[in-house]
């Protein structure tokens, strides 16, 4: 058995123990599931997209927006375990939605943690956090917003957006897109407990942003500085090369921009 879900022209097709709503306008589809989870206990996967979000958010406070031309939604994961069986997830979700991308013909990559590019312009913005339900155990909420053309972008980037449509021939569907990410980000938690980031070590090279590349970083306390992106280790930290040494970037809210020569 499964769960089906009739959603204008779409019919989608999910597990029986996911439930999966879309709705038309909703403060933020994070927000809503967070308030879901701690007001009762989390047994199964929880989808929930939103054609319009009026609080939507993103990383280190910016704006999220739900519009027509753009797919935004977020998913409820219940884990069971302590969390440090999880530690570098989001850069864990961004590496299965590039993934997921590639695999649609999309040539997205991963600026570390989890920005989504495509043509070095952002494409898709992720966002993890976490919540205990009323039994007390975890749940992440991760939420994921798409563009889908670069007409209304869903969120704000000072780097430039990207659409899906710039790739000729890919599908605008956002509940062809809903399907394949929804499940891509439940594979993702998944994958981390099993099999932490060896899967991404060795794929790094060929999805990362940047690699090799000169860039700024700017730290959470102003500072810039230039560094060159090398690779990451295997506790998913972003190893640089700052005036000839290895340093490590261990926190995702520091920004990363090339640099122009």
């Known amino acids: ?16 123990n996911w439930h999966v709503e879309c709705v038309s306008e909703i403060d933020s589809t994070n927000l809503a599931l967070l308030r879901k989870v701690r ?10 997209q939103a ?5 939507g958010r993103g990383t280190r406070g910016k704006k999220w927006f739900a519009v027509d ?9 219940p884990v069971k375990e302590n969390l440090d069986c999880y530690t570098a ?13 590639r695999n649609n013909q999309i040539p997205a990559q991963l600026k570390w943690p989890n920005d989504v590019l495509l043509h070095e ?8 956090e976490t919540t205990k339900d009323a039994s007390g155990h975890w749940v ?9 053309k670069v007409d209304n972008a869903s969120f704000e980037a000072d780097y430039g957006v990207a659409g899906v449509g710039e790739v000729p021939g890919s ?16 594979d993702a938690v998944a994958d981390r407990k099993s099999n932490g980031l060896s899967s991404i070590q060795e794929a790094w090279d060929k999805i990362s942003a940047y690699k090799n590349d000169w860039v700024e970083i700017t730290y959470e306390d102003g500072t810039v500085c230039s560094a060159q992106i090398l690779g990451i280790d295997e506790q998913g930290c972003l190893l640089v090369n700052q005036n000839g040494h290895v340093n490590k970037l261990m926190s995702g809210m520091v920004k990363i921009r090339k640099r122009l020569m």
């Open 69 to 77: 031309s753009a797919l935004t939604f977020s998913v409820a994961v």
């Open 1 to 16: 058995m499964s769960s089906k879900l009739d959603v204008g022209h779409s019919f989608v097709d999910y597990p029986a």
């Open 171 to 186: 599908s605008l569907d956002k509940y062809f897109w809903l399907k394949k990410l929804s499940r891509a980000i439940v």
């Open 121 to 128: 312009r952002k494409l898709a913005g992720i966002l993890v």
């Open 39 to 48: 007001q009762g206990v989390q047994n199964q996967i929880d989808v929930l």
């Open 51 to 55: 054609d319009c979000q009026t609080m």
């Open 89 to 101: 997830l989001p850069l864990v979700v961004g590496y299965y939605v590039v993934k997921t991308l």
């Open 140 to 148: 992440f909420v991760i939420g994921v917003g798409l563009n889908l």
